[in-house]
DNA sequence: GTAATATAAGACCTAATAGGTCGGAGTTAC
DNA sequence: GTAACTCCGACCTATTAGGTCTTATATTAC
């Protein structure tokens, strides 16, 4: 339903994690988990394929561990959500290659595709500096 | 991996049908269905939710089926996503009420949700009207 | 050199949910 | 009235995302 895994997340949080709070901007998959309650195995896993990206650069041995692979300000969410969940569709059909059953009687398939680039283009022009960006938007409700 | 279901692609192929190329703008569920080989009784279910949400009317009996409920020109995806899938949901933290693990500590929810209000407005802005206008997009590939 | 700590990579299990199926109830035409 | 057709809502299943476990490999501190 339009929803990016949690995977995607919990890569998110690591990146952002990197780029404002890590020491020195390194820190290991295992501290990462801690800090944020996610199992560590997964996040090793999510973090492996950020580096197979690029997108951070990894260090082995002790006192190593993960940082950005170059500056928060070029790493855009399309990034970061291609790098984990492969290339971004929003249709089952998903390219040139598998078409799916109802390929030819499709009325609505490049009109859809269309909109998927409008969605693309939204992902591509926000940047993890700018998430990191905290203009907090603590709605002020108050609980009586 | 911001996916529409299954089920949004068949209801929106419905309803493009019944916009477009119904006799009289009705058919049943079994005549689309057999239109664009999609399970029968998948569709029924799909046209079901959206006769809940008013996109569809329903007539029963004999000759019965399905009209759109209201012009296709107000007819948004938004709304058709929505019927069939829900509240559009970017993040697995859906709304206040129900916070997942990371809520306390989770500092790209922010970020996250001004990203879900652009989609939903590409979505919001892109009407069953528009889709229809087929200005065919046929890529000229020869096959040699 | 050795022990400790880190990533790398793969198989494997489990639980959520998207996708698909079934029998029944309501309407209409004749 | 009855038969044919429709919608309707509960139910089941298969896929996959999410999570776990194990082994191997590289780096650094001592």
């Given at each position: 339903?339009?929803?990016?895994?949690?995977?995607?997340?919990?890569?998110?949080?690591?990146?952002?994690?990197?780029?404002?709070?890590?020491?020195?901007g390194?820190?290991?998959?295992?501290?990462?988990?801690?800090?944020?309650?996610?199992?560590?195995?997964?996040?090793?896993?999510?973090?492996?394929?950020?580096a197979?990206?690029?997108?951070?650069?990894?260090?082995?041995?002790?006192?190593?561990?993960?940082?950005?692979?170059?500056?928060?300000?070029?790493?855009?969410?399309?990034?970061?959500?291609?790098?984990?969940?492969?290339?971004?569709?929003?249709?089952?059909?998903?390219?040139?290659?598998?078409?799916?059953?109802?390929?030819?009687?499709?009325?609505?398939?490049?009109?859809?595709?269309?909109?998927?680039?409008?969605?693309?283009?939204?992902?591509?022009?926000?940047?993890?500096?700018?998430?990191?960006?905290?203009?907090?938007?603590?709605?002020?409700?108050?609980?009586?």
């Amino acid at each position: 339903m339009l929803r990016l895994s949690k995977k995607t997340d919990y890569g998110l949080l690591a990146l952002n994690y990197l780029a404002s709070e890590a020491p020195a901007g390194v820190a290991s998959a295992r501290v990462i988990a801690e800090k944020y309650d996610i199992p560590v195995e997964l996040l090793a896993k999510v973090m492996q394929q950020m580096a197979r990206s690029g997108l951070v650069a990894a260090h082995k041995g002790a006192h190593g561990g993960y940082a950005l692979g170059r500056a928060a300000s070029t790493i855009t969410l399309a990034d970061i959500v291609e790098s984990i969940d492969g290339p971004l569709a929003i249709t089952a059909c998903g390219r040139d290659d598998d078409p799916c059953d109802q390929y030819g009687s499709c009325t609505v398939r490049d009109p859809l595709w269309k909109v998927k680039d409008r969605i693309l283009s939204v992902l591509q022009t926000t940047t993890l500096a700018e998430m990191g960006d905290k203009e907090v938007h603590v709605p002020l409700t108050v609980r009586i």
